[in-house]
């Protein structure tokens, strides 16, 4: 009751970020998906959670100067699918660099099944 009309328009206007956050924890990041039992699992999938999210955002704000206009058009879910798409190129990669140095498909299949091949 005692607040001034700006405190109170300036702390309304925070709900609009809150929510946001809300949207994008729930429906991109698993933030109520958990199948935990205990309290403590529980607190350490929201802290997964708020951490995954806090890195989302930084990659969001560590876009370069000239793409500043870019940066207020890009969401929690481009960086969740930008950092999905770095991981999947990466692991393309090391299978790619793995897998080039094997010479003939008995080979590659021996590397990648060796409890089958042990077998026979």
Same mark, same amino acid.
């Given at each position: 009751?005692?607040?001034?009309?700006?405190?109170?328009?300036?702390?309304?206007?925070?709900?609009?970020?809150?929510?946001?956050?809300?949207?994008?924890?729930?429906?991109?990041?698993?933030?109520?998906?958990?199948?935990?039992?205990?309290?403590?699992?529980?607190?350490?999938?929201?802290? !997964?959670?708020?951490?995954?999210?806090?890195?989302?955002? #930084?990659?969001? =704000? *560590?876009? +370069?100067?000239?793409?500043?206009?870019?940066?207020?058009?890009?969401?929690?879910?481009?960086?969740?699918?930008?950092?999905?798409?770095?991981?999947?190129?990466?692991?393309?990669?090391?299978?790619?660099? !793995?897998?080039?140095?094997?010479?003939?498909?008995?080979? #590659?299949?021996? =590397? *990648?099944? +060796?409890?089958?091949?042990?077998?026979?």
């Amino acid at each position: 009751m005692s607040w001034e009309a700006t405190k109170i328009i300036t702390t309304y206007c925070r709900r609009f970020q809150i929510e946001v956050f809300y949207k994008d924890a729930k429906q991109l990041l698993g933030f109520s998906d958990y199948q935990c039992r205990t309290g403590a699992a529980i607190q350490k999938h929201w802290y !997964l959670v708020f951490c995954a999210y806090s890195f989302l955002r #930084l990659d969001l =704000l *560590l876009s +370069p100067a000239y793409q500043t206009w870019q940066r207020q058009l890009k969401t929690i879910g481009t960086a969740l699918r930008r950092q999905a798409q770095v991981v999947i190129e990466q692991l393309l990669l090391a299978c790619h660099r !793995l897998l080039s140095g094997v010479p003939n498909a008995h080979k #590659l299949f021996k =590397l *990648l099944f +060796p409890r089958l091949v042990d077998l026979s």
